[in-house]
């Protein structure tokens, strides 16, 4: 009928609203940090012996061995600069995006590894190489990088967080 009205939802849910306000900042935040630590671990476990980073690559039977050197000298560099880059704050989209693909790399290729039955530790924090069967951690790994993943995710679809370079950049 004209001139009635109809009740309207106010202003979302409780959750949507923390989700859309500051408490979601300082989510990022700890999202942000909490990844940062994760390839700063990685990195710093492989940067020093880049020869075993090598081996940990090659034991997944993936690359053609003229890419086998280049990607495992290369990758705990990445990993430092993708650590690096989220402590600051910046570029946190792109960090995010770049993280999420490179999580997808590992999973699918720890996924192949376990699909074709090839014995190997990830080599994700140091070491890497062929184990004996029993020493594989598969569905670990891939449940561990698949939470690093979401947490990549948070950051991709919310790079807005507290205490950021971007942010500061922005005003």
Known sequence: MAGEQT???RGGSALRRAVDGPVAEWVGLAVRLGLAVVWAWAGFAKVSDPA???????AYEILPESLVKPVGYALPFLELALALLLVIGLGVR???GISAVMLLAFIAG???AWARGISIDCGCFGGGGAVAASQTEYLQEILRDTGFLLMAGWLL?????????DAW???
């Open 52 to 58: 075993a980073a090598a081996q940990a690559v090659r």
């Open 110 to 112: 720890i996924s192949s």
């Open 94 to 96: 792109i960090v995010a």
């Open 169 to 171: 950049l922005a005003m």
């Open 7 to 9: 009740a309207q939802p």
């Open 157 to 165: 679809f919310r790079p807005r967080t507290k205490l950021s370079a």
